[in-house]
């Protein structure tokens, strides 16, 4: 691994996060991903290990870093394993929205029990009919006094259900489409607010991801993230914090398959001899090595960028999430042809990692909406 | 003067002892070997190392115990539990008696405990020629600070050169209190013992670093000598009813029966009905076995053998059998005559546990798995389809 | 409540090897850690104090760089830290080291509990920790697989036999040695990391603790290492393959007259 210069309270997120990943995450990964239980025994070392906090400032409980710090953790865990890993960084998504929009009063009541891991976030904006086309959104939040009343359905929410904390989208004003979108906290247990039926998925089983139901949901009118109308640019404004941490899951997935690519090339013999002393393996290895550590360098690039707080950080951080998912998606896939057969069956670890790695393409912002982000900025900026 | 020396003139710059120290203490210098004695902390290994050569030298100025060869015997700490004298205690009554009649003195038993008076006999018949049996309902329950006080009282007064005891629960904790007492040395976890007749001292051999190595550890100028002795590696002697011997039942002032410590309730775990580490016959099972209903299986195989069932960290880990269970680094240490791994990879933790067993058979389905290293027998199968299929056979022949 | 936690550095006794070809115990390259059983000790003490208040102090004796297990124990919850570590302390066995880890407890002074792990896994003796509550004089609870009550100074404990457990109780202060079963550490927390990482680590020499010369290091030490040898290797087993009643049919008459 190149020698990013982390300095040492990184390097000290890096090893305790590592640390985590080997004794606690590594035995449970395949059980988890069987089971599709939610992994609250590591959620609570986590907590434990003030990990919960990295990003979040120190004034409500956090260690002060951003989304670097966040990135070494992701990527980390995403090594043993994504699903456990996205419940993690799902919180943060969650919390991205109160960091950037909310009141200092509206900070105080949230943050804290966020870095603490006491509670875990979630975020909802994708709904049955609005996917990458987030301005066909169907759930309506119409004021009432001193408050607002939530309807409609979010789905595919990560951490739905089993986080406290969630930051959704409604539409205040149908008529101004995008320009019509508002930010809301909404808390679990709040009365018209339920869960749907979990999802069965390919992979990140560990992760919960469940429908949210609006059914005449009142939140207080100061659960309003910033202003009304601003639903959207918010939700653009988090995913540019966020796409890094979608980036270093799949650094963490890619590198994660790779290890153990080369673990298994070393110990399996064909023609007696190890894989690994074939040309043909040492090729495919190179190549996954190079990729992997090409995307971890634009990953940390663009969250050092976001962290230092430069204007019009989203080209960049569509281009890491992009380019890592993708190298991820290969790479595993590459992962499972150097276990042969092996490979395909479930007993060994390689096919969990390709299974992991799909998501990565198509979640928050599917690749190809990257690259429309990547390209009209490329556009617009030739036209400066 | 006490400490380490390197004979510059007799090095030879092989750097055996840098590869071997365990604090990174020596160096090579001009092809020398220089120890940083900030680091050294004595543990001999490179002396070891450097047998060959001879280049580096331990010098020892050590205390002594007066009137040192005043002290004769081989003394047996007899271990009994409601009663019932534990079987460890034969078989060092068997390595006593071989090493008295080497040096040519007696073997005496001690005997604590509440209504064991009548157990004194068969410790004769197994190999003592006196029993000390302290015989008090205070003495029921162990509890270290009565047992230790009778014996380092008893020692003090008829000066033994050697006791041993069983490296059991109870055993390492009481002679680690009469050593401090006595302020004498004490060896851990014996495994061999024999005696130098030359200068009378117990040659006692022990595994360290996790079984790695073996070390034979010598207490040359302190008696007695103490040693805690494993389970299951001693002969113990067949009885034999016409040997005569003196029993000596002792009283003591009240004072030696009080203690801070008491005893409030004696419970046996569910499952373990038979101890592993007394057990001949072990059948243990690692993560593979799935799930705690599968253990049932071995119970089976256990049952038709007469032994008892262990368990990996893995399995004890995943909370399908007590920690009583638990064979490894972090659980027992066995030696039984048949230790059966089914289903147990064998990582080098589960290894130190178990390697001293007399036979090791192993059935895992991955023939590369590390466990047939150690096996002296092994079949690569699905545990669940083998050992039904061995509990059968074995139900035909034994 | 008042604890101190006595640990120790040792080798990763997994990761050691034994050279082929010397047949020498090969080091190289194998890291020190925090004896697996006094990680157990350093849990339960950092729940007594989280239950009952007061601190908890680490101890261990051992050259200059065992610091680190200290600052680990940091980390992990303990409030404070001594390096008990003298030239002179070279070469101590399980005697000597009582002793010394006694008068180092003595000079703390103030404490209701020490907790020591079962054994250390370099040595495997377990004779420590009663070593130091002898020279102590207090009582001692072995092999404690859970601590049920702490009250009226008193301690009310499980110790773990060969067939199962007693229940113990005994005066404070006392020493307890602790087995896996207690607990399950928690890793270190980063606001714990950062604080070992800038912690003062009191240092005590031989003189510090007012150690008697003749009871500490090679002299303090009656026992001595006269010789270290390889265990012999184990021949190469028998291995079945195949189908399974023929492989079981094989093992079976190959153990006859062992087993039957």
Known sequence: MIDYLLTEEQQMIRDLARQITDEKIRPVAAEHDKSEKFPWEIMKVMAQSDLFGVYIEQKYGGLGGGVFELCLATEE?????????????????????????????????????????????????????????????????????????????????????????????????????????????????????????????????????RELIFDNCKVPKENLLGKEGMGFIAAMKTFDMSRPGIGAQAVGIAQGALDEAVKYSKQRKQFDRSISTFQGIQWMLADMATEVEASRALVYASAREVDAGKKNVGVHSAMAKLYASDVAMKVTTDAVQIFGGYGYMKEYPAEKYMRDAKITQIYEGTNQIQRNIIGLGLIKESAR | MSGITVYKDKCIGCSLCVKTCPFDAITLVDKKAVIDLDKCTLCSSCVEACRKTNAIEIIRETTRTPDIEKYKGVWVFVEQKRGVVQPVAFELLGKARELADKLDVEVAAVLLGHNVKEKAQELIERGADTVYVADDPKLEHFLDEPYARILANLIRKHRPEILLSPATSIGRSVVSRVAVQLRVGLTADCTALDVNLDERFLLQTRPAFGGNIMATILSRHHRPQLATVRHKVMKELPPDLSRKGRIDALT???????????????????????????????????????????????????????????????????????????????????????????????????????????????????????????ANYGIVGDIFEVVPLLTKKFKQVV | MNVIVCIKQVPDTTEVRIDPVTKNLVREGVKSIINPFDAYAIEEGVRLKEKFGGKVTAVTMGPPQAEMVLREAISLGCDDAILVSDRAFAGSDTLATGYTLSKAVAKIKDYDLIICGKQAIDGDTAQVGPGVAAMLDIPQITYV????????????????????????????????????????????????????????????????????????????????????????????????????????????????????
């Not at chain 2, 192993?362 to 150690?374: E, Q």
């Not at chain 3, 404990?157 to 457990?165: D, K, L, P, V």
Request: with cysteine; hydrophobic share 40%.
């Open chain 1, 77 to 209: 865990f995403s090594k043993g394993c994504a699903g456990i890993a996205i419940c993690y960084s799902a919180s943060a998504l969650g919390a991205y929205p109160i960091i950037l929009f909310g009141t200092e009063e509206q900070k105080q009541k949230y943050l804290p029990s966020i870095a603490k891991g006491e509670r875990l976030a979630a975020f909802g904006l994708t709904e049955p009919a609005a996917g990458s086309d987030a301005s066909a959104l169907q759930t309506t939040a119409v004021k009432q006094g001193d408050h607002y009343v939530l309807n409609g359905v979010k789905h595919f929410i990560t951490n739905g259900g089993d986080a406290e904390i969630y930051t959704i989208i409604a539409m205040t004003d149908k008529t101004k489409g995008a320009r019509g979108a508002s930010l809301f906290v909404v808390e679990k247990g709040t009365p018209g607010f339920s869960f749907g039926k979990k999802e069965d998925k390919l992979g990140i089983r560990a992760s919960s991801t």
């Open chain 2, 252 to 374: 003591f002032d009240r004072s030696f029966f009080t203690s801070r410590t008491k005893v409030l309730e004696v419970v046996d775990s569910v499952m373990a009905t038979v101890n592993i580490t007394e057990a001949n016959v072990i059948v243990s099972g690692g993560r593979a076995m799935g799930g705690a209903a599968n253990f049932k299986m071995l119970e089976d195989l256990a049952g038709v053998l007469n032994g008892a069932v262990g368990a990996s960290r893995a399995a004890i880990d995943e909370g399908w059998l007590p920690y009583a269970h638990q064979v490894g680094q972090t659980g027992k240490t066995v030696c039984p005559k048949v230790y059966i791994a089914c289903g147990i990879s064998g990582q080098i933790q589960h290894l130190v546990g178990m390697q001293s067993s007399d036979i090791i058979i192993a059935i895992n389905r991955d023939a590369s798995a590390p466990i047939f290293s150690v």
């Open chain 3, 145 to 260: 697989r859970k601590i049920n009550d702490v009250k009226d100074g008193e301690i009310t404990a499980e110790r773990s036999t060969e067939e199962g457990y007693e229940v113990v109780q005994t005066k404070l202060p006392c020493l307890i040695t602790v087995v896996k079963e207690i607990n399950t550490p928690r890793l270190p927390s980063l606001k714990g990391k950062m604080k070992a990482k800038s912690a003062v680590i009191q240092a005590w020499k031989a003189v510090d603790i007012e150690a008697e010369p003749d009871r500490i290091g090679l002299k303090g030490s009656p026992t001595e290492v006269w010789k270290i040898f390889t265990p012999p290797a184990r021949a190469q087993g028998q291995i079945f393959q195949g189908e399974a009643q023929a492989s079981v049919d094989q093992l079976v008459d190959s153990l006859k007259g062992l087993l039957y």
